[in-house]
């Protein structure tokens, strides 16, 4: 059985940079698509960034682009997000998952596997 387990979130300042790991184990990763989701308070959780199977192609949510670096490491079994210039409205609960195609799929229902979530909280 796949496990994600994330890490990395915390409390930070407007402009300031978090880096958000993934760690998956139970099996290997290197042949599923994985992307990175987060919630708001009183939001539905919505997607953020995507990486395909290789690590080749990666997808980033408009609000996101320029900011957001997605990243897999198949030998480690890990997916990375790098989050530059926090800003307040990136504040929210972060979800690694993994997708049950090597390609990035468009719908939530896609990705089988979830992490339990990892705090970001960032002030002005």
């Known amino acids: 059985q796949l496990q994600l387990v994330e890490s990395g979130g915390g409390s930070v300042q407007a402009g300031g940079f978090l880096r958000l790991s993934c760690a998956a184990s139970?099996?290997?990763?290197?042949?599923?698509?994985m992307g990175w989701f987060r919630q708001a308070p009183e939001k539905e959780r919505e997607f953020v960034a995507g990486?395909?199977?290789?690590?080749?192609?990666?997808y980033y949510a408009d609000s996101v682009k320029g900011r957001f670096t997605i990243s897999k490491d198949n030998a480690r079994n890990t997916v990375d997000l790098r989050i530059y210039t926090l800003k307040p409205e990136d504040t929210g609960v972060y979800y690694c998952?993994?997708?049950?195609?090597?390609?990035?799929?468009?719908?939530?229902?896609?990705?089988?596997?979830w992490g339990q979530g990892t705090q970001v909280t960032v002030s002005s």
């Open positions: 998952a993994a997708a049950t195609t090597t390609w990035v799929p468009n719908q939530q229902s896609d990705y089988g596997y």
């Open positions: 139970g099996r290997t990763i290197s042949q599923n698509a």
């Open positions: 990486i395909n199977w290789s690590g080749g192609v990666t």
